[in-house]
């Protein structure tokens, strides 16, 4: 049996399938409330749903947030000042804080401590005496300080019990405390690392962009300026730069100066990006358009082209901050970088240069953690960034 549609006669009008009721701007057919509610949403907040996803990154991105706030505190979070000595305590280690004392809770406390010396090996040795219970103050008034350098202050988060001790980490040599200088050593390092990025941001942008925009014998020689750049050891190439500057600049000057250094070192990879990519979008419908309508290089670069991978480039820069602590941490190491009376997380692992005083006193590898936490987190923060900048895929 045939069940097809007879064809119309030969010069009978057609069906009109389409409908001729009146469209509705604001109905979204065949779509759910979820669906509609992705199909409205911004770029901005695909990438926030996306990178919401990657919990390592999210939580990475908390810690680090985290650590920056405390910067800003620093002072207040140490429990010592950042040149205290306590010469009674010199290589002390780290302290255990306990809860119950005799079966009893106490709260947070630590015993007092006291100091034999081995004759034979000269090395300090502490024990604790546990009829002296030392309870750990919050809110407290404890050393003095300048906030920023600026206006003075003693309240500290976290202070040792009246005519007591609190060394969470251990101190030094000198006795100073190593938990106060790895939270004061962070303002350094972390910053560093952040102007570091954004001069090198500046420059790969920049060159980057001229070479990939309009290619030719720019491209040419800024592709040559790279290569021999990239050529070259990073640790000798360091301690050129780093002996140039003299010896009399202030650390302020020493600080920016080496913040120069890795700018100058890490832009070629970010230039070499942003080429890359604008090569692929430089012959895009828009940008002819852009060029007909009379828009300067600058303008379509900056307006049109830059914002299209931006997320990427924000990612890319992430992933590159950790090679600016790495190399901050490496060159005051090696005596090349920042100097004391300023204090970096560089600086701090220079007491742990002896194979002796790391074998006696290893707590003075503690600086060497937050280094490897922070770059961890870094790196994971710029997976997350990096796989939410593409929210479509």
């Known amino acids: 049996m045939n069940t097809q549609s007879p064809l119309p006669a030969p010069g009978a009008p057609l069906q009109h399938y389409v409908s001729i009721a009146p469209f509705d701007l604001q109905s979204v057919e065949a779509m759910t409330s979820e669906q509609s509610k992705v199909f409205q949403a911004s770029q901005l907040r695909l990438m926030w749903w996306k990178f919401r996803m990657h919990r390592l990154a999210l939580v990475s991105g908390i810690f680090l947030a985290a650590l920056y706030f405390g910067i800003l505190i620093c002072e207040f979070l140490a429990p010592y000042n950042l040149h205290t000595r306590n010469m009674d305590y010199i290589y002390s280690p780290p302290q255990r804080v306990h809860l119950f004392h005799d079966g009893q809770f106490v709260g947070p406390f630590v015993y007092g401590r006291q100091m034999t010396l081995d004759m034979d090996t000269l090395k300090r040795n502490y024990s604790e005496k546990h009829d002296d219970v030392q309870r750990i103050r919050f809110f407290c008034k404890g050393d003095s300080y300048r906030f920023w350098g600026l206006v003075e202050g003693d309240t500290h988060f976290v202070c040792p019990a009246e005519n007591g001790q609190l060394f969470l980490a251990g101190t030094d040599r000198l006795g100073r405390d190593v938990l106060s200088r790895i939270i004061y050593g962070a303002r350094i390092s972390l910053t560093i690392g952040l102007i570091g990025i954004s001069f090198s941001f500046l420059l790969g942008i920049v060159i980057g962009g001229l070479a990939g925009y309009h290619g030719g014998i720019f491209d040419l020689i800024v592709q040559r300026i790279i290569e021999v750049l990239q050529s070259i050891p990073s640790i000798p190439l360091w301690m050129a730069l780093a002996a140039i500057m003299p010896i009399t600049w202030s650390p302020i000057l020493i600080y920016f100066g080496i913040t120069v250094i890795l700018g100058l070192i890490h832009w070629t990879g970010l230039a070499r990006a942003v080429r890359s990519k604008l090569l692929a979008l ?112």
Do not use: C
């Open 282 to 393: 430089r012959e895009e419908d828009y940008v002819l358009a852009a060029q007909l309508m009379g828009a300067t290089s600058s303008r379509i670069i900056g307006r049109h082209l830059i914002p299209g991978f931006m997320s990427h480039l924000i990612a890319t820069a992430t992933i590159s901050i950790p090679g600016m602590i790495l190399g901050e941490t490496a060159l005051s190491f090696l005596g090349l970088g920042l100097r004391p009376p300023t204090t970096s997380w560089g600086i701090l692992l220079t007491e742990a240069r002896s194979v002796s005083v790391i074998a006696f006193y290893p707590w003075l590898l503690l600086p060497m953690l937050p280094v490897v936490l922070v770059i961890l987190a870094f790196n994971f923060l710029g997976d997350g960034l990096r796989d939410a900048a593409d929210p479509y895929k």
